[in-house]
């Protein structure tokens, strides 16, 4: 028995030894057989200008080749109008023995280039709010499958930057939490449904921009961090991104930490080093748009992505101008010519890219088979992501739906959310000053008196004066706020007895936060930040 056991394990562990070598001669053969300027173009994840591939862009893509195409808004109106794009693009690629890669932001809340409930996932904050590696690897999944479906095969997602500022960090509307065990394990969960339903991950924006409170669109960010202990917290997530699978990983545009005075981007510390040695990541490194004003106030844009190649950059991705990317293919090629990049160099990069492209699998023939899961998780999301924060033994307010109910605020998502749910409703969104003015005979004391229950925005102007006069009149009222990261600020601001908090601005969200209101749905959320809340408050 143990003679047979022995025997399968040594069987299969050469099966996958021969199926590795064997992966490894068809690689070597694809490269001796590619020309050096097909090589160059596979270095190459390119974006276009319109809706339609003019003249222009099709001479364009024949004389770069590029290895892969990014998709934005830009491109088309809805989902349906991709299909046929990728139909033309493939048509017209001069390479034909390789597969290109689709790509596309489709991160999820505020970043998302395909709108409509069967394609826009919940954000990053949101999920993290739920705490669930099930509901982030479904997620995953769904996204996963509803773009494969319509052709792309790479997403550029998750975002594993933890914000360190809840305040002015451009990442905190992006990110899983403050949390670096959160984060690493929903970007594991999400990256595994990715990888389920056929399509590439990219965990993005190596080592961790979440400090920097720059953009690297508008400038050259710079991080320091303050201990060793921080600098690991940050490429936490990334280190179990990698171990995990991930197959990117997009490097950024920002000057990290005494080892490097070059972005990281351009950098052969972070990548060759870092990631390539320290991690041990075998997949491909991508670099974010290299047209970035971080990069232009450093090098011209071609000279930039030569040395990014030179420092172990594997795609280099130019997204708009296609001056720029002719501009990087003919340095490229010009450098690879020269010698500046060697044959090793490039044929380890084009090896990686031969590799991955060996995993895209084809569109999914059972098109729309999946096209209801993801609207049924956001409505899960949603539910589970609703935050509802009180005074130490306070009873819930309880609004119900025949309540007469009125709104301050000038949200009207959320007013129309909540005209969905409530039959009686009215709106103040005048400034008091203006109410009192115009209603001089009618104070604003009576004016509540009339309705059952306050919504207050936490932006209305005067939210703090009306949350007074509630106090004072035992008028039943609620604060509601959709930046959750001034959760914090809104509770020391306002003191409210009681802050329903929700993580995107939509009438689903809305609607799970007004089911907590009336006492139909549980508050389960979870604020996704390490702070500790003000004395006298608590999640009820």
């Known amino acids: ?284 490194i991508v670099v974010d748009n290299i047209e970035m004003k971080a990069i232009e106030s450093q090098l011209p844009v071609a000279s930039a992505a030569v040395e990014s190649v030179k420092a172990g950059a594997d795609i280099i991705m130019v997204s708009h101008e296609r001056t720029n990317q002719e501009k990087v293919f003919f340095s490229l090629l010009d450098a690879a010519r020269r010698g500046e990049i060697s044959r090793s160099r490039l044929d380890e990069s084009v090896g990686r890219i031969i590799e991955a492209k060996g995993r895209v699998k084809p569109v999914n023939a059972k098109r729309g088979s999946y096209v209801n899961d993801l609207r049924d998780i956001s409505r899960s999301v949603a539910e589970h992501s609703v935050t509802a924060l009180g005074l130490n033994d306070l009873t819930p307010v309880i609004i119900d739906k025949d309540s007469k109910v009125l709104y301050t605020g000038y949200n009207l998502t959320l007013f129309k959310g909540l005209q969905d749910v409530f039959r009686q409703n009215e709106i103040l969104n005048t400034p008091l000053a203006m109410y009192k003015k115009m209603f001089q005979g009618f104070s604003l004391r009576d004016f509540l008196r009339r309705f059952d229950g306050i919504i207050i925005d936490a932006d209305y102007p005067d939210a703090f004066d009306i949350i007074a006069l509630c106090k004072e009149t035992g008028q039943r009222y609620v604060v509601m706020l959709n930046h959750p990261s001034l959760t914090f600020e809104t509770l020391g601001r306002l003191k409210p007895d009681l802050l329903i908090v929700t993580f995107e601005n939509t009438r689903l969200h809305y609607g799970a936060a007004l089911q907590v209101i009336q006492g139909t749905l549980k508050a389960k959320g979870r604020l996704p930040y390490r702070q500790e809340l003000p004395a006298h408050y608590g999640y009820l």
């Not at 591939?53 to 998709?71: E, T």
């Not at 990888?195 to 050259?220: M, N, Q």
């Not at 710079?222 to 990117?248: I, N, S």
Request: net charge positive.
């Open 1 to 284: 028995m143990k003679r047979n056991l022995t025997c399968c394990i040594f069987l299969l562990i050469l099966s996958l030894t021969c199926s590795s070598a064997y992966a490894g001669d068809m690689i070597s053969k694809k490269l001796s057989l590619m020309p050096l300027e097909e090589k160059i173009g596979q270095l190459m994840l390119i974006g276009f200008q319109g809706r339609h591939l003019s003249n222009k862009d099709i001479a364009h893509i024949k004389k770069i080749r590029p290895g892969g195409i990014v998709f934005y808004s830009r491109n088309f109106r809805d989902a349906t109008d991709i299909p046929p794009l990728i139909a033309k693009i493939t048509s017209v690629a001069p390479q034909k023995s390789l597969p290109m890669f689709f790509a596309i932001d489709q991160e999820g809340g505020i970043v998302h280039r395909i709108q409509g409930e069967f394609y826009k996932p919940p954000s990053e904050p949101a999920i993290g709010a739920t705490d669930s590696e099930k509901i982030a690897r479904d997620i995953g999944l769904a996204v996963g499958r509803s773009l494969r479906n319509i052709g792309i095969n790479v997403n550029l997602a998750p975002v594993l930057d933890i914000p360190s500022d809840l305040v002015h960090s451009p990442l905190i509307m992006r990110s899983y939490g403050t949390d670096p065990d959160k984060v690493e394990r929903l970007g594991i969960s999400y990256i595994k449904g990715l990888r389920e339903a056929g399509l590439l991950s990219t965990a993005k924006h190596f080592p961790g921009i979440g400090k920097a409170l720059e953009d690297a669109h508008y400038s050259l960010p710079h991080l320091k961090w303050d201990t060793e202990a921080e600098k690991a917290r940050a490429l936490r997530p990334f280190a179990g991104a990698v171990e995990a699978g991930t197959d990117m990983l997009m490097v950024s545009h920002v000057i990290a930490g005494p080892e490097s005075s070059l972005p990281v981007s351009l950098s052969a510390y972070w990548m060759q080093v870092v990631l390539r040695r320290e991690l041990n990541f075998k997949g491909l």
